[in-house]
DNA sequence: GTGTTTATTTCGGGG
DNA sequence: CCCCGAAGTAAACAC
């Protein structure tokens, strides 16, 4: 399965059905012009490139931060994406989103390769000083395939407006969903079973404050034309704090117990049932 | 440089101070037992793992998905971290926070190994297919040293304390700092030139509608008792929907120029600047 | 642990 | 483009 490359490398072949394509090539501790070659190649073909080094970075935009030398994995991806992982922590230490241009400076004599990220709106920079790099590796990954994801608030919507009198109360109907208002968007304006108005807040896990805050402000609108006009926050649950907040306000709090993530356990389903 | 490793595998020093030490291994094409040795074995003894592979996901927990297989770049930390990254976009598609137990199955006979991860509270899980794994690698790395950030919220909260006739209007006097209400905490609590009471609420970035109700919430309490209080909403900038809802409300909004990120052009700023 | 808020939030949808 | 709101938000911090 080789598959003849620059010399100096080491080339992995993958069992592709159209035959044997290179897809990663890893580069041992690479000089300065080595880095920036296959950063700048990789990325402007569409490559992934990792990079394992000690360096140093400043970051400067919409905050400003400063991270002494030490050893972090570095991602670059084709669509300006920049991430800086330490060994510990979910989110990377230092990052760029998508857009921003990178390129790499090979350093003068015994100076540190640059890599350098920039964007504009918000105007921000990167620089990733790679004092010394211990190998940086090309990916050129294909990935066309889209994420199916279920259990969203898009999903709660659906089933709240399919059954609206299961999951709100007997005789609700729904009027409008995701109505516009001078105060922002409500989720659904609704009329209960003796015809006053219901305006419905839905959060797909626990409801916060900040969600009844939510509420109250889409209520306003409707109080002055209506005292009686009813609202309601639909959730899986919430705080007590939330619920006397409700309850000072004259809003309900209705439980939507179908959604709850932990009493739902985990469910453990195997692959063949997505097939 | 070299260091005597296991065969089959390519290693590669660091010039560390304390002499030539394998801070990175790479196994190309790796069979599934040597994948599972290498993520196992490098997870517990500390090491950064990276894959490189063709691998289909199974996500369950708070939300839940599938993802068909495709090319991606898997990230395992030992602290339990774990994501996957796709060929775009700055987060991961599917990933496990920091605290899950990671392991890996051999599979057998053709099966894929299977890496997995698992974590409580929520109950969720993440299951990676590597159907063809391209190359793993063991980073050994050594990163002690913190972060140093500014231009937080903290440090216009500092400003602002600091110089509060200059951020908010002439005679204001900050009475408290992060005041704890029934409603939340207050950023601060002051008096005008006049001895009226002000609720300061105050956004980094330009403010939006929920902060908008986040002071409100605040101001409720005190008009209780006091009619007069009065609200400001501290932030760079606002959209005129936040104006508009501010005004109704009798509340104000308080434009905070210095730390506009816009007008603040990037600084540019040398690594010099922080020695 | 739970509750609340922030974030270099990122992301997507709609006007 | 901006505005707005969701997110498997994660992380920090108070209680």
Not at 180 to 205: C, I, M, S
């Amino acid at each position: 399965m080789a598959v003849p490359v620059a010399p100096g490398t080491v080339a992995f072949c993958a069992r592709h059905g159209y035959g044997a394509v290179v897809t990663v090539e890893r580069f041992p501790s690479p000089d300065a012009a080595t880095v920036a070659r296959v950063v700048g190649d990789g990325l402007r073909e569409g490559a992934v490139v990792s990079i394992e080094a000690n360096c140093e970075i400043e970051y400067d935009g919409r905050s400003g931060g400063y991270l002494a030398p030490g050893d972090r994995l570095v991602v670059c991806k084709p669509d300006g994406t920049l991430l800086v992982h330490r060994p510990s922590g979910h989110k990377p230490v230092n990052w760029m989103p998508g857009g921003a241009t990178i390129k790499v400076e090979p350093g003068e004599d015994d100076d540190a390769p640059l890599l350098y990220a920039r964007r504009s709106n918000p105007n921000e920079f990167l620089r990733v000083y790679l004092g010394d790099v211990y190998s940086v590796s090309r990916f050129d990954a294909t990935d066309a395939v889209e994420y199916q994801e279920h259990g969203t608030e898009a999903e709660m919507h659906e089933y709240i407006e399919a059954n609206p009198e299961d999951a709100l109360e007997d005789g609700i109907r729904i009027l409008e969903h995701e109505r516009e208002t001078q105060y922002g968007y409500l989720d659904f304006f609704a009329q209960d079973a003796e015809g006053t108005p219901v305006v419905v807040e839905v959060k797909r896990r626990q409801a916060t404050l900040n969600n009844f805050d939510q509420l109250k402000r889409y209520m306003e609108l409707y109080r002055e034309s209506n005292p009686d006009v009813r609202g309601m926050l639909v959730a899986p649950s919430t705080s007590d704090r939330v619920k006397r907040a409700l309850r000072d306000e004259g809003l309900e709090f209705v439980r939507l117990a179908e959604f709850d993530v932990e009493t739902r356990e985990a469910s453990e389903t195997t692959l063949t049932d997505f097939s």
